[in-house]
């Protein structure tokens, strides 16, 4: 009867450390498909980063007196390049995110900038990366989600606590981007 206990014990902790191997490799997986997601989403983010800093010097040229925006869109470029890991790039990405509208209905007020066609060229390219941008934070919230879910529900939760997974941060929305548009002020102008 002893033989059959010691059978029996071995068994489930043999069962035990697979179903741990299991959900260890299978959170990392998780975890490692977030960081690529992301590595590619970083790759376009920079691309903005870099044509909103040609946006800025050409900008710049025809706009002195608003040194401060400039400025602050330079300084917000520099937190990004600054940022060590994803998370903190994630956070940089999204204080640029809540910035770029200030900085484009403040370059939008210079019609000299608007009719160049190189500024034509960039902000074309910059609606293009924005799209891109808009496709791949989409992409890296499923890819968080589904990560943070597993952490989160059950028994997930237990191996990730064991193996100290925690969440993931999710890309965020600027607040102007989830107000309702008024369509009315839009034409009224």
Not at 62 to 75: A, K, R, S, T, Y
Not at 81 to 98: F, G, L
Not at 102 to 117: C, G, H, T, V, W
Not at 170 to 178: L, V, Y
Request: aromatic fraction near 8%; proline fraction near 3%.
């Amino acid at each position: 009867m002893g033989t059959y206990i010691l059978i029996g014990v071995g068994v489930i902790v043999i069962a035990m450390i697979a179903i741990s191997i299991v959900y260890y490799n299978k959170l990392q997986r998780y975890n490692i498909h977030v960081d690529n997601v992301f590595a590619n989403l970083d790759a376009i983010l920079m691309r903005r980063v870099d044509e909103l800093s040609k946006l800025v010097d050409m900008t710049r040229q025809h706009v002195e007196d608003e040194n401060e925006i400039l400025q602050g869109v330079i300084g917000l470029r520099q937190q990004i390049i600054d940022a060590t890991n994803v998370d903190d790039k994630v956070k940089a990405h999204n204080n640029m995110n809540r910035q770029v509208p200030n900085f484009m209905l403040q370059a939008e007020r210079y019609p000299d900038i608007k009719f160049s066609d190189a500024y034509k060229h960039l902000q074309r390219s910059i609606t293009n990366i924005e799209e891109n941008i808009q496709a791949g934070r989409q992409s890296y919230n499923q890819s968080v989600g589904r990560f943070n879910t597993e952490v989160t529900t059950f028994p997930g939760n237990i191996f990730a606590g064991i193996f100290r997974f925690g969440s993931r941060p999710m890309f965020e929305a600027p607040a102007e981007k989830r107000e309702d548009v008024d369509l009315r002020s839009m034409f009224s102008r």
